[in-house]
């Protein structure tokens, strides 16, 4: 039986009566020194029993990543984006050379087609048919009666950002509105990306590639939590990545990050400059930026994609090019998904609301190519666009409309109060510009003052640099308000295959994972804890006691603090003892908070966000202690929250995971 547990005592089950849960264990004082800034809460207390310990950190020269480099033949990076996916790879023998995939079959007028939709096709049946153009080219030749049976995907991404209590049974709706969990319509997608690309290397070898030569990585944003970071690395375990035994074969890395890396790379011809002016910052335009870094500069990267905003300040360290963050990541939903929504939202002005519904249930197809047209409108908008844009309506949505309303969509637009928008006799919206660029407007005035905010902080006043990079970034639209915002506090750059940047470096994060020396914590991480009970200074109703002792309840013992510097490899330890030598489970519950003050697990924004698991099943075959040392090392400076543990009195490994899914 499996055993949920609190410090010294109780479990952190939710039974009325705590006096009543024999579950418990301790935390031990043992004699390593703390060497930490901040200390334990039970310490300050001066309670010198049982109190947790206080976090030593260590740094861990052998960082498993890199150990694990050498035994992969080639890379693979796997961008998956909210509106566009793909991969590229590079051999470990040729870092240098790195392989964007083969072009994709199908594409749209004006659209680069280097990547593919992300859009996923399913069966009636509801298995995987197609993806990206194929899928989307399919799902439209279908007769609108059989279309409503398939199961077709896009933009499915941003759940994993949106949902505040993600699971491995969280559902995504198709576009005919039935449902389907989203873990394997992630999965599917993996499977396609690593077949496609072990095909590519295959050809390219001349012999069968196998996927176990393969080290692959995965994009998520940085401002992604850790249960959606974690829900990635299922989703590619079922699609036969990697495995749980094999867990280091996969690497999570973050959007801005990947950027980041392949940025500090660029030399002049690579890049534009939207800010052609004097120095700033002690630079001059006529520098090169990649061969121009000096000691210590730094700067920023926007990443501004389909469904989220990414923004990372690094600081690059010569002459290796090791990068420092020194900001946690920041950033929101404000991609370039967030204009379609003001496309939507003006059909609805124009059409109403109920018929838009209908109409996207009713002709899944035809809405998605209504989309398509506006997308390929939308990437024609730019601040000194003079002459309209016209967006092709699909036959059926004119049809639908005039059988729903009994007018013409014609008549709606004379009748609606929408200035700017006109009927073309050729079937289509006709837009003015300015109306074009009142549905950039909300989305780019929160990137905007999101990054007002951010050049507000002391650690980023003095950046040299601003990267501007993703899908987002190619709009003219955001470039112009990115220059006028900032053009005079710092140098403004665009990489030119700017869609491809987080790929690029994606690929040179799996070649070199210790690129990244030093991270922020987005959060404040810790356990909830027993320390003794002191009059004064704990809350009345944090009292409990328990076989004459009295206890202060709800502690939050902190391991890490949010904004706070962790390097690569750097260790938060804690030592754990089961209360029972029979105990062979300890579960400890994982909290956090966007806060540094936190004093209780109780404390407005504090959530549970996940479980510490220490097995000790496999560790019981020699004789061991009575008061038996569990001691567990915590790593926060990797993309991805690690943990180890050793049965001190053994020197075994304890089997240990952090579930931030199942909790």
């Known amino acids: 039986m499996m055993e949920s547990v609190g410090v010294y005592g109780f479990c952190g089950c939710k039974a009325k009566n705590k006096m009543k849960c024999d579950s418990r264990w301790e935390i031990t004082a043992a004699e390593t020194a703390p060497t930490s800034a901040y200390s334990s809460p039970a310490r300050s207390l001066g309670d010198t029993g049982i109190t947790p310990l206080s976090p030593s950190h260590i740094v861990n020269d052998a960082d498993p990543n890199v150990s694990e480099q050498q035994t992969f033949l080639v890379v693979v990076a796997i961008d998956f984006g909210t509106t566009s996916s793909g ?20 594409g749209d007028p004006g659209v680069s087609n280097q990547k593919t939709p992300t859009t996923i096709l399913l069966t009636p049946e509801r298995k995987f048919h197609s993806f990206g153009y194929a899928a989307r080219d399919f799902y439209h030749d279908l007769d609108p ?11 499915f991404k941003m759940k994993l950002h949106t949902t505040g209590d993600l699971t491995m049974d969280t559902d995504l709706t198709a576009a005919n509105g039935k449902k389907v969990k989203a873990l394997e319509i992630f999965a599917y997608a993996l499977q396609y990306f690593k077949e496609q690309a072990l095909k590519e290397l295959s050809d390219q070898a001349g012999s069968e590639f196998e996927n176990s030569d393969v080290r692959w990585v995965i994009t998520v944003p940085a401002i992604w939590k850790q249960p959606a970071k974690q829900f990635m690395r299922q989703a590619a375990y079922q699609a036969g990545l990697a495995s749980p ?22 030399r002049l011809h690579q890049m534009i400059e939207l800010s052609g002016k004097a120095a700033v910052n002690g630079y001059s335009a006529s ?40 900001y946690k990541a ?32 009713k002709r899944p197809a035809a809405w998605v190519d209504l989309m398509i047209a506006f997308e390929s409108r939308k990437r024609a908008a730019a601040p000194d666009r003079t002459n309209p844009l016209n967006i092709t309506l699909p036959f059926s949505f004119i049809d639908y409309y005039k059988k729903f309303r009994g007018h013409s969509v014609e008549h709606a637009l004379r009748k609606s109060n929408v200035d700017f928008v006109k009927w073309s006799s050729q079937g289509m919206l006709r837009m003015s510009p300015d109306a074009m660029n ?17 050049f507000q902080k002391p650690e980023v006043c003095t950046v040299k640099f601003l990267f501007l990079v993703g899908g987002f970034a190619e709009a003219p639209l955001l470039q112009q308000a990115v220059h006028a915002a900032f053009g005079d506090k710092c140098r403004i750059i665009i990489p030119q295959d700017v869609g491809l940047t987080i790929l690029k470096g994606a690929v040179l994060f799996g070649l070199d994972p210790a690129v990244i020396k030093v991270r922020r914590s987005p959060l404040t991480y810790g356990v909830g804890v027993l320390n003794r009970y002191v009059e004064g200074k704990h809350p009345p109703e944090k009292l409990l006691v328990k076989d004459g002792t009295r206890w202060c309840t709800d502690v939050f013992d902190k391991f890490i603090s949010a904004d706070q510097s962790v390097a690569l490899g750097e260790l938060v330890k804690r030592s754990y003892t089961p209360a029972k030598p029979s105990q062979l489970v300890i579960v400890i519950n994982i909290y956090s908070s966007e806060l540094d003050a936190v004093s209780f697990i109780t404390d407005p924004g504090v959530k549970k966000c996940g479980t510490l698991r220490l097995d000790l099943t496999g560790t019981s075959g020699t004789a061991v202690p009575a008061r038996r040392e569990i001691q567990t090392l915590m790593q926060f400076g990797d993309t991805e929250i690690k943990a180890t543990a050793i049965d001190v009195a053994t020197s075994k490994s304890v089997k240990v995971g952090i579930d931030f899914l199942n909790y």
């Open 330 to 361: 920041t950033g929101g939903p404000y991609g370039s998904l967030g204009v379609d929504y003001e496309f939507e939202k003006l059909l609805c002005k124009i059409f109403g609301e109920d018929f838009i519904e209908q109409f996207k249930i």
């Open 287 to 326: 520098d090169t930026v990649g061969a121009g870094f000096a000691q210590g500069d730094k700067y920023v990267v926007v990443d501004s994609g389909g469904g989220t905003v990414d923004l990372t300040v690094h600081q690059i360290r010569l002459p290796e090019g090791h990068l420092k963050e020194l």
């Open 245 to 266: 035994e094999n867990s280091e074969q996969l690497i999570i890395a973050l959007e801005p990050e990947a950027a980041s890396i392949y940025c500090r790379k660029l």
């Open 87 to 106: 991969y590229a790879y590079s051999f470990t023998k040729e870092p240098e050379c790195i392989h964007v995939m083969r072009r994709w079959e199908g």
């Open 438 to 454: 009142a549905l950039f407007k909300p989305t780019i005035d929160s990137i905007i003052e999101h990054l007002r905010d951010l």
């Open 145 to 155: 009666t059989e279309a409503k049976q398939w199961l077709y995907l896009e933009k």
